[in-house]
Structures are given as structure tokens and as C-alpha cells.
């Protein structure tokens, strides 16, 4: 069972920055498409990036220009760099990994943008 640990979220004030990052254990398998999606109460978890396992990248236009995906395939563990926050992006923030078949998730960290 693939396990997904990610760290980073906080408290930052409008236009601050915040460096999320998600581990990845428990598979002896190449880790696919990794991602990060966020969901605030009572709306869709929605894409926010994702990171194919050759650096290939995709993003949600609202974050275009501001937030960074990367990933270390050494160390099965990706990583998004939030620049330029804004109080609509506060949320859940969750990462999620394929490999093979299969998609798994990690519990969510908080982050929260003061006006």
C-alpha cells in the first residue's frame, strides 16, 4: 500500500509563499503522474498541478504564473511552490500519486491565506 505523507501547509499573509511537499512510501514500483489537488468545504477537490514522471507539467489556469510543481523521482516525493497567495486559495491541499493501476492520496494540509 502506497503512502502518501505531505508537509508544508500554514498560515501565510496575502502575497506570501508556502513550499508544500509530498512523500511517497511503500511501493517498489515507479511512481507515475503525481499531483496536487485542494478542496474547501462543500466544493469539489479540483486539479491544482500535476507532474508526469518526466517532468511534464500541467496546471489549473487560476494558479498559472504562481505556483510551481516539481519532483525528485530519487526521493518519491513531489513538491509545489506557492507564490503570490491569495485568500481563494485557501484550502485543503492533497497529494496524489499513480502507480500502475492504481491512484492514492495523502490526508491534506491546510493552507490559509490572510487578507
Known amino acids: 500500500q502506497v503512502q502518501l505523507v505531505e508537509s508544508g501547509g500554514g498560515l501565510v499573509q496575502t502575497g506570501g509563499s508556502l513550499r508544500l511537499s509530498c512523500v511517497a512510501s511503500?511501493?517498489?514500483?515507479?511512481?507515475?503522474?503525481m499531483g496536487w489537488h485542494r478542496q474547501t468545504p462543500g466544493k469539489q477537490r479540483e486539479l491544482v498541478a500535476s507532474?508526469?514522471?518526466?517532468?511534464?507539467?500541467n496546471y489549473a489556469d487560476s494558479v498559472k504564473g504562481r505556483f510551481a510543481i516539481s519532483r525528485d523521482n530519487a526521493k518519491n516525493t513531489v513538491y509545489l511552490q506557492l507564490n503570490n497567495l491569495q485568500p481563494e486559495d485557501t484550502a485543503v491541499y492533497y497529494c496524489?500519486?499513480?502507480?500502475?493501476?492504481?491512484?492514492?492520496w495523502g490526508q491534506g494540509t491546510q493552507v490559509t491565506v490572510s487578507s
Open positions: 496524489n500519486a499513480n502507480v500502475l493501476t492504481n491512484n492514492f
Open positions: 511503500g511501493t517498489i514500483f515507479p511512481i507515475g503522474v
Open positions: 507532474i508526469t514522471r518526466g517532468g511534464n507539467t
